[in-house]
């Protein structure tokens, strides 16, 4: 079985700077990368991370990412992680049926965007299909937007995206909304924002350049029809990954695996880091700042560990 001191699980922003830290405090440590880069992998442009005035690319940024981890001596393997679990204070890692040991662990998994599935969605993704507004809103500037969704992501990103477009449409499958209260007034105070009832996409319609409307059904009549819009936000939750991990570690109903600010988990040497984990802001910046803290905190644990101390 090969030994590790620390084992990170996750190759986005997160994994990587977790990797960075335990590489640089010369830490023996293996990143298991899953898809490379992560969801800031794929995405076009990143205007809103420090150090990058200009923007860039997500797949350039996380190459930098990798390549400065790497720089350091993290050691890389792809392969999806199937489970973990704890023995006598040592973390296993199972990834097709061989094992991984090591003293520390650094969840870094990440999360994923529920989809609606319909016709258009994948294809048009990046392309005027998208499912982070901070992320994207400003690519669509006086144009038409559609938001799917009811809930408060739903709702307050449409806020946020009327800034932008033309006139956001906010699609929703039922009469009412599920988002806080603050924020429906919010919304309904706001004259850019058009509420389309009792409604779900049918199709996200589009051509050579991108995303041209949306052909959306009203659930009541099964009236169709064509909304003309150049972006399509989908707020119909977010799944975070972490169902490999079973009961191993604290998580919220929805999943998220809960953290002190220390970004442990309720297992000693367990860390948690990034969109995978219970907080405020989902973006690269607070990825990058809870693994740099994870990261510290494991070599804390293992220094313990390795002084006798009680961990
Ligand atoms: C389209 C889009 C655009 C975005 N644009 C921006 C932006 O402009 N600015 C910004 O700050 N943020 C943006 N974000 C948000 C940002 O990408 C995320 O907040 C950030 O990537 C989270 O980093 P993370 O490392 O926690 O997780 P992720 O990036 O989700 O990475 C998780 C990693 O874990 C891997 N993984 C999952 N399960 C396993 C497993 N069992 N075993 C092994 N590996 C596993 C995944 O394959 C992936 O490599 C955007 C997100 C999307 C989807």
């Given at each position: 079985?090969?030994?590790y001191?620390?084992?990170?699980?996750?190759?986005?922003?997160?994994?990587?700077?977790?990797?960075?830290?335990?590489?640089?405090?010369?830490?023996?440590?293996?990143?298991?990368?899953?898809?490379?880069?992560?969801?800031?992998?794929?995405t076009?442009?990143?205007?809103?991370?420090?150090?990058?005035?200009?923007?860039?690319?997500?797949?350039?940024?996380m190459?930098?990412?990798?390549?400065?981890?790497?720089?350091?001596?993290?050691?890389?393997?792809?392969?999806?992680v199937?489970?973990?679990?704890?023995?006598?204070?040592?973390?296993?890692?199972?990834?097709?049926?061989?094992?991984?040991?090591?003293?520390?662990?650094?969840?870094?998994?990440?999360?994923?965007?529920?989809?609606?599935?319909?016709?258009?969605?994948?294809?048009?993704?990046?392309?005027?299909?998208?499912?982070?507004?901070?992320?994207?809103?400003?690519?669509?500037?006086?144009?038409?937007?559609?938001?799917?969704?009811?809930?408060?992501?739903?709702?307050?990103?449409?806020?946020?995206?009327?800034?932008?477009?033309?006139?956001?449409?906010?699609?929703?499958?039922?009469?009412?909304?599920?988002?806080?209260?603050?924020?429906?007034?919010?919304?309904f105070?706001?004259?850019?924002?058009?509420?389309?009832?009792?409604?779900?996409?049918?199709?996200?319609?589009?051509?050579?350049?991108?995303?041209?409307?949306?052909?959306?059904?009203?659930?009541?009549?099964?009236?169709?029809?064509?909304?003309?819009?150049?972006?399509?936000?989908?707020?119909?939750?977010?799944?975070?990954?972490?169902?490999?991990?079973?009961?191993?570690?604290?998580?919220?109903?929805?999943?998220?695996?809960?953290?002190?600010?220390?970004?442990?988990?309720?297992?000693?040497?367990?860390?948690?880091?990034?969109?995978?984990?219970?907080?405020?802001?989902?973006?690269?910046?607070?990825?990058?700042?809870?693994?740099?803290?994870?990261?510290?905190?494991?070599?804390?644990y293992?220094?313990?560990?390795?002084?006798?101390?009680?961990?």
């Amino acid at each position: 079985m090969e030994k590790y001191d620390a084992i990170i699980i996750g190759g986005g922003p997160a994994g990587y700077t977790a990797g960075i830290y335990l590489a640089r405090a010369a830490r023996n440590v293996l990143l298991f990368e899953g898809v490379p880069g992560g969801q800031a992998g794929t995405t076009d442009l990143i205007e809103n991370y420090p150090g990058f005035p200009e923007g860039i690319s997500g797949a350039d940024l996380m190459e930098k990412f990798k390549h400065q981890a790497v720089k350091f001596g993290l050691k890389i393997k792809d392969g999806m992680v199937d489970s973990v679990e704890v023995r006598e204070g040592k973390k296993i890692v199972k990834v097709r049926e061989q094992e991984y040991v090591a003293d520390a662990l650094v969840i870094a998994t990440g999360a994923d965007a529920n989809k609606l599935g319909v016709p258009g969605e994948e294809e048009y993704r990046g392309r005027g299909v998208s499912y982070c507004a901070t992320c994207d809103g400003a690519f669509f500037k006086n144009v038409p937007i559609v938001v799917v969704g009811g809930g408060d992501s739903a709702v307050k990103e449409a806020v946020y995206l009327t800034q932008f477009g033309s006139k956001v449409y906010i699609v929703h499958r039922r009469d009412k909304l599920r988002a806080e209260k603050a924020n429906q007034e919010m919304a309904f105070k706001n004259e850019k924002i058009e509420f389309v009832w009792n409604s779900v996409v049918e199709e996200i319609i589009g051509d050579k350049l991108g995303v041209t409307g949306v052909r959306i059904r009203n659930v009541k009549t099964g009236e169709t029809k064509v909304i003309d819009a150049e972006g399509v936000f989908i707020y119909v939750g977010v799944t975070p990954n972490t169902a490999f991990l079973g009961d191993l570690v604290e998580k919220d109903e929805k999943g998220y695996i809960i953290t002190n600010e220390n970004m442990e988990t309720n297992i000693p040497g367990i860390y948690a880091a990034g969109d995978c984990r219970k907080k405020l802001l989902y973006q690269v910046a607070t990825a990058v700042g809870d693994a740099a803290t994870a990261a510290w905190a494991a070599e804390e644990y293992l220094e313990r560990l390795e002084a006798g101390q009680e961990v």
